[in-house]
C-alpha cells in the first residue's frame, strides 16, 4: 500500500487505543459523519474496527459501495453480528477472540455456582417472603453438591478450557465438546452430532461457549434437552441463539429441577433484547443477567487492545490472527 | 466401663448409623421419651449426640440433674448452642469440625461469586423490572472481575483452606487470618487485631470461616468493616453472631458498592431466626439465603458418619477428635 489505507472505527471506544494505528491509517469515526460524508467515503474505505454490533447506518445497499473494503476487525469475541452474506468474498473478517475470557469465564463459573447453590432463588424468596422457613429441609435438599459431579463444555477453546480447570479445583470431572480434536490427559472430548449427546446425557452442568454460526444455530434443542439429567444446570455465557427458545421453555415447566442460566439473550435488529417471547422470567428455575459477563473485562481495556493490535497486524502486512471462514456464517 | 454406657441422641436422623453405636452403648432417643421417662434417666446418660440445635426439653434445671455426663458429641460443626455454662466441668464437648467442610466450602465461593458478579442483583431486577436496559454500561461497571485481586480468608481450618485453595484456581491471591501461625508459601496469614484489621485492608472479599465462641463474638464491627474497602464482598458461611449487626445495616446504607452475603441468622431462643430486626432484605447490596450451605453435605451422609465416628472413638476409650475449649465458650 502505497499511502495509508482508511480505516472506518464505530465507535470512539477505543479512542486512546486509535493513535497507535495513526502510522498506518487514515482513521475516520462513523458516529462522526454525517450522511453526505459517509456516503462519500463508503467506496475508499480499505478497513473497518467494528467495536460493539454493527452500525445501523451501514445498510447492505450502502455496504455494496464499499468496493474496497478488504478487512473487518470485531470487537467483540463473536462474529455473528457482521453481515457476512452482504460482504464480498474478497472481504476477511477477524473475531476477537479471548478479549473478554477472563471475565466471561469468571462468570460462567458464578452462573453455575449460583444455579447450583439455588442462590438467586433463595435471595428472591426470602427478599419478596415467599417461602416458609419451615421448609428448610427442603430446600437444602436442592442444593446441589458438586464436587465429584461432571461439567460438561459445548466449545473448547479458550473460555471453555479456562472454566474446565476452574471446576477442576472444586473437585469436578470435565468432558468436553468441540470439532477439533485435542486430546488431555483430564478431559475427554467428545466430536459430532452423538459425541453432544455424550457429553449432554453425562454432564450434572454444563456450559455454553462455543461461537453462534450456522453451525452451532438451534444446536440445544428439545431433544437435546431431553438427552440432560432431569435436574441438570444448563448455562449460557455464548449467544442465546444456540439454544431453541421454545423447546428451553417448555423443557423447564416440566422439569422444575432443571436449572438454565443464561447471560445473553437473542438479538433483533442488530440490539440484544434482554427479554424473551417466553414467560422465562417468571420461572423460579431460570436466571437472567444482562450480557455483563465481557463488561467487567472491557474495563480493563484488554478487549480493545487485542482488537487493534489484531487490526495492525493486518496493517502491517503480517496475517491477522482469529480470521473466520464465513462459510460458517453466510 | 463394665456395662454400656447409657447414650442419650437428640434426633432419629442417623437412625441407620446408630447400629454402629448398640455394641458399644444403650441408645435412647429423646424423641421418643415421655417427661417421666426422661427424668428417670436424666442421672443415668453418660453421653449425648446432640444431632442439630439443643433440645428445649434439656433445659438448665434438668442438666444439673445429669450427674453421671462426661461426653457430648455435636452433629453441627459448631457448638456455640451448647449450654456450656450449666455443664458441669467434667462435661467434655466435641465439635464435628469437617463434617459439612464440601458443601460449606462451595457454598462460600458461590456466595463470593453471586456477590462479585451481581447475579442475584441482576436476576432480581430482570424479574422485578425494575432496571432500565440503557443502563447496561452502569451495571457492567459493577461486575467484578477476581482474577488477580485477593481473598481473605478469616478462620484457616479445614473450610477457609478449601476456599482459599479454590479461589487460587481462579487467580486470586489469598491471606488469612488464623489464631495457629501455619506458615504456608502461597498464603500468608495474619494474627491478632492488628492481623485482623490488616487481612480486612488487603482483601477484595472475605470469607469469615471461624467458630462462634466468646472470642469471635461481635468480632466484625464498625471499625473492622470501615478497614475494608468501600467495594468490598464480605460473605459470612459462620455464624451470623460474629458479624454486629447494626453496624454491618449502618456500613451496607451507607456503601452501596459494598456486598454483604450470608447464609447464616441470628439464633434467638436456640432457634435460628432467618430473619433481621434490620431490613437488611431491602438492601439490593445484601444476599441472604436460609442456612441451606450444610444442607447438601448433610445429604451425603458425611457428618452424620463423622459424630458417629467420633464419638465411638470416645465409648471405645479413645481420645476422641475436635474436643473444644469450653473457656471459649461460657
Chains 1, 2 share one sequence.
Not at 459501495?65 to 472481504?91: E, T
Not at 484488554?302 to 487493534?308: C, E, I, N, R, Y
Request: charged fraction near 25%.
Amino acid at each position: 500500500m502505497s499511502e495509508r489505507p482508511n480505516l472506518l472505527v464505530t465507535s470512539s471506544f477505543v479512542k486512546e487505543r486509535l493513535e497507535a494505528l495513526l502510522p498506518y491509517a487514515k482513521v475516520y469515526n462513523i458516529e462522526k459523519l454525517d450522511s453526505k460524508a459517509l456516503e462519500d467515503l463508503l467506496p475508499l474505505i480499505d478497513c473497518m474496527l467494528v467495536q460493539t454490533w454493527w452500525p445501523e447506518s451501514l445498510t447492505p445497499e450502502r455496504i455494496s459501495r464499499m468496493s474496497r473494503l478488504r478487512f473487518i476487525q470485531s470487537g467483540m469475541a463473536g462474529v455473528n453480528h457482521i453481515p457476512f452474506k452482504h460482504l464480498g468474498k474478497r472481504v476477511m473478517v477477524s473475531s476477537n477472540a479471548g478479549g473478554f475470557s477472563v471475565g466471561v469465564e469468571e462468570f460462567a463459573l458464578a452462573l453455575v455456582l449460583t444455579a447450583a447453590k439455588r442462590v438467586a432463588k433463595l435471595d428472591y424468596g426470602m427478599r419478596t417472603g415467599g417461602f416458609d422457613p419451615e421448609d428448610w429441609a427442603h430446600l437444602s435438599r436442592e442444593v446441589v453438591l458438586l464436587r465429584g459431579r461432571t461439567l460438561g463444555v459445548l466449545g473448547y477453546g479458550g473460555i471453555g478450557r479456562a472454566v474446565g480447570s476452574m471446576v477442576r479445583a472444586l473437585g469436578m470431572n470435565v468432558v468436553a465438546f468441540s470439532r477439533h480434536a485435542s486430546p488431555e490427559s483430564a478431559v475427554q472430548v467428545f466430536q459430532g452430532d452423538e459425541g453432544l449427546l455424550s457429553v449432554l446425557r453425562k454432564s450434572d452442568a454444563v456450559v455454553i461457549a462455543l461461537p453462534l454460526s450456522k453451525l452451532t444455530v438451534g444446536l440445544i434443542g428439545s431433544a437435546e434437552l431431553s438427552a440432560m439429567k432431569d435436574d441438570a444446570i444448563l448455562v449460557n455465557v455464548a449467544r442465546a441463539e444456540i439454544v431453541d427458545e421454545e423447546g428451553l421453555y417448555r423443557h423447564l415447566v416440566r422439569h422444575d429441577r432443571f436449572v438454565y442460566a443464561t447471560d445473553v439473550w437473542k438479538i433483533k435488529r442488530g440490539k440484544e433484547t434482554y427479554s424473551s417471547r417466553f414467560p422465562l422470567l417468571k420461572l423460579s428455575n431460570f436466571i437472567g443477567t444482562p450480557h455483563v459477563a465481557g463488561g467487567s473485562a472491557a474495563l480493563t481495556g484488554d478487549p480493545g487492545k487485542l482488537a487493534v493490535e489484531n487490526l495492525l497486524r493486518y496493517l502491517r502486512g503480517e496475517a491477522p490472527h482469529n480470521v473466520v471462514d464465513p462459510s460458517e456464517y453466510v
